[in-house]
T-cell receptor
Framework: KQEVTQIPAALSVPEGENLVLNCSFT??????LQWFRQDPGKGLTSLLL?????REQTSGRLNASLDKSSGRSTLYIAASQPGDSATYLC??????????FGTGTRLQVTL | NAGVTQTPKFQVLKTGQSMTLQCAQD?????MSWYRQDPGMGLRLIHY???????DQGEVPNGYNVSRSTTEDFPLRLLSAAPSQTSVYFC???????????????FGEGSWLTVV
């Protein structure tokens, strides 16, 4: 059974700092991996999608990497802003189109 | 530009009552799914559908029914509500199954359900 772990569970950084969120998964037989953002009381918004054949994807200040062989993905946020405060979730997509989510990293960017 | 719309946003039920959570999408997506989100457990798949008339069970299907009579709608029915079903429920849709190339998943804003 696929298990997805996100470390740390919570993170507080000052504005402007670069930061890395980690996601690890136990079964490397995945189709793709997605990073989502969830604001309090809201649904999930897709940030980046990495296909299993890719190593990384970039969108603005966000960069996600994928290392299937080691079962790891990282989300790099450059020059963090207070508006980046949210919970970040990763999800791996394996067989039968099923997503397995991590429990998320709650990020707070302070002024 | 509605995307994925869920109703109601909040609901309180008594144990044993039944209800339906509505989900509609206006993007002509084939693939729709329901998740529940509980503290410390992440999102877990309840049921999913790969197209009108086709549904299948996810990780935690017990106590829930679904149907997919149209491409747009994917309601989730709680047959006899139990306190263990207190959770936040999310509906999601995508153009094709999540294994698809460049396939982004869109989520509704959630339905908060409390069973007392």
């Amino acid at each position: 059974k696929q298990e997805v772990t996100q470390i740390p569970a919570a993170l507080s950084v000052p504005e402007g700092e670069n930061l890395v969120l980690n996601c690890s998964f136990t079964d490397s037989a995945i189709y793709n991996l997605q990073w989502f953002r969830q604001d309090p009381g809201k649904g999930l918004t897709s940030l980046l999608l990495i296909q299993s054949s890719q190593r990384e994807q970039t969108s603005g200040r966000l960069n996600a990497s994928l290392d299937k062989s080691s079962g790891r993905s990282t989300l790099y946020i450059a020059a963090s802003q207070p508006g980046d405060s949210a919970t970040y979730l990763c999800a791996v997509i394996g067989t039968a189109s099923k997503l397995t989510f991590g429990t998320g990293t709650r990020l707070q960017v302070t002024l | 530009n509605a995307g994925v719309t869920q109703t109601p946003k909040f609901q309180v039920l008594k144990t044993g009552q039944s209800m339906t959570l509505q989900c509609a999408q206006d993007m002509n997506h084939e693939y729709m799914s329901w998740y529940r989100q509980d503290p410390g457990m992440g999102l877990r798949l309840i049921h999913y559908s790969v197209g009108a008339g086709i549904t299948d069970q996810g990780e935690v299907p017990n106590g829930y029914n679904v149907s997919r009579s149209t491409t747009e709608d994917f309601p989730l029915r709680l047959l006899s509500a139990a306190p263990s079903q207190t959770s936040v429920y999310f509906c999601a849709s995508s153009p094709s199954p999540p294994t698809g190339y460049r396939n982004t998943i869109y989520f509704g804003e959630g339905s908060w359900l409390t069973v007392v």
